[in-house]
């Protein structure tokens, strides 16, 4: 299934979302592996890189002050103060790709895709939401990176997350052991847009 538009077409800007701890990086990651043919924007953020990360893996690195210039000089597409830390989407990356004929995967936290859908109102806005809140509650407790109230802090928000959704497109359900569901039917809102688009 490719994510190239025939010639002539608008490329799609699709904005994937949800709560913390829902599994959009491991859905981005399995798109990537698979050989999906989008442009997968990369955040930049201020948050200190976690083990096993590296530069522009999952995200740019940026010291406060430079993302600071960044927003001052207009360079994200959006931005937003996250549980500390700044995180938006280069605005370069994305204006780039979208002119090179090629369709564009964000990621961003809820806030930011409201942010993406004013700006950009025929962007396609996806929620990925897990099956339970039990269920994001198990993953993100099990990550084991953060105190106990940063955690209770990330609960509150992800259930305030959790009622957003109406807000989006399209919703999919990321379960346990079903990450290729997620990234098929993602794949699959994205063809039938652009499948709906070309008809009208």
């Given at each position: ?190 063809a039938d847009e652009r499948n709906r688009r070309a008809s009208t």
């Amino acid at each position: 299934m490719s994510a190239t538009p025939p010639t002539g077409e608008r490329p799609l800007l699709v904005v994937l979302s949800g709560p913390s701890g829902v599994g959009k990086d491991a859905v981005l990651e399995r798109m990537r592996r698979l050989g999906s043919p989008y442009h997968f924007a990369v955040t930049a953020t201020t948050r200190p890189m976690r083990e096993g990360e590296r530069e522009g893996e999952p995200y740019h690195f940026v010291p406060r002050p430079e993302f600071e210039r960044m927003i001052a000089n207009g360079e994200l597409l959006e931005w937003a103060e996250v549980y500390g830390n700044l995180y938006g989407v280069p605005r370069v990356q994305v204006e780039r790709a979208l002119s090179e004929g090629r369709d564009v995967l964000v990621k961003v936290d809820v806030q930011g895709a409201k942010t993406i859908r004013g700006l950009v109102p025929d962007a396609l806005l996806v929620f990925l939401a897990p099956p339970s809140m039990d269920e994001l509650t198990r993953r993100l407790t099990s990550r084991g990176t953060e105190a106990e109230e940063a955690m209770k802090r990330r609960l509150r928000e992800a259930e305030a997350e959790m009622e957003a959704a109406e807000l989006f497109d399209h919703v999919v359900v990321n379960s346990r052991g079903r990450l290729n569901d997620a990234v098929r039917q993602i794949e699959a809102l994205t063809a039938d847009e652009r499948n709906r688009r070309a008809s009208t």
